[in-house]
T-cell receptor
Framework: DQQVKQNSPSLSVQEGRISILNCDYT??????FLWYKKYPAEGPTFLIS?????DKNEDGRFTVFLNKSAKHLSLHIVPSQPGDSAVYFC?????????FGTGTSLTVIP | DTGVSQDPRHKITKRGQNVTFRCDPI?????LYWYRQTLGQGPEFLTY????????KSRLLSDRFSAERPKGSFSTLEIQRTEQGDSAMYLC???????????FGQGTRLTVV
């Protein structure tokens, strides 16, 4: 059973608008959640993380929100740029491994 | 470049052959992970080392797969008697016990024909 789920396989957004990517998790035991960005034929690149003691973490255009009661996290990208077009994975750090979702392919339309 | 390095980037092999991949982690990182990714899926955990000790293995890691990290630095992943279902991107990542994030290499794309 998948520990981390991304239910939207794809998302298209106009340049300059907000991109919102969503992720649900099942196990509340672990402390850290992360977002990675992946271009074709490359390895995932770490983007931003959040500790379970926080509900928000911001880094430039990227903000991650954590709703522990709903077991849900989201990544907001504002403003979206064409270079943000990639596959985004959420991940949960269990201490021994990272569980990844299946990814959401973001397309930012110029 | 002090990032995670994987070699080779691409490997095409015939079914039944053995292949070996190498990963050089970030030098101060004591944790090393191997993942596999197929089309439309997220990275799937294969195995994890802390220093030279292999601490966890996924059930995905069949008897044909073996991983080593002999001196707690670089690691190798060997696949024996390759099958077409082994075709995937093999990803290596490293982290330190002080970090919450892992850093990935560029991956090795394996194609079994």
């Amino acid at each position: 059973d998948q520990q981390v789920k991304q239910n939207s396989p794809s998302l298209s957004v106009q340049e300059g608008r907000i991109s919102i990517l969503n992720c649900d998790y099942t196990n509340s035991m672990f402390d850290y959640f992360l977002w990675y960005k992946k271009y074709p034929a490359e390895g995932p690149t770490f983007l931003i993380s959040i500790s379970s003691i926080k509900d928000k973490n911001e880094d430039g255009r990227f903000t991650v929100f954590l709703n522990k009661s709903a077991k849900h996290l989201s990544l907001h990208i504002v403003p979206s740029q064409p270079g943000d077009s990639a596959v985004y994975f959420c991940a949960e750090n269990t201490g021994n491994q990272f569980y990844f979702g299946t990814g959401t392919s973001l397309t930012v339309i110029p | 470049d002090t990032g995670v390095s994987q070699d080779p980037r691409h490997k095409i092999t015939k079914r039944g052959q053995n292949v070996t991949f190498r990963c050089d982690p970030i030098s101060e990182h004591n944790r090393l992970y191997w993942y596999r990714q197929t089309l439309g899926q997220g990275p799937e955990f294969l195995t994890y080392f802390q220093n030279e000790a292999q601490l966890e293995k996924s059930r995905l890691l069949s008897d044909r797969f073996s991983a080593e990290r002999p001196k707690g630095s670089f690691s190798t992943l060997e696949i024996q008697r390759t099958e077409q279902g082994d075709s995937a991107m093999y990803l290596c990542a490293s982290s330190s016990t002080m970090n919450t994030e892992a850093f990935f290499g560029q991956g090795t794309r394996l194609t079994v024909v």
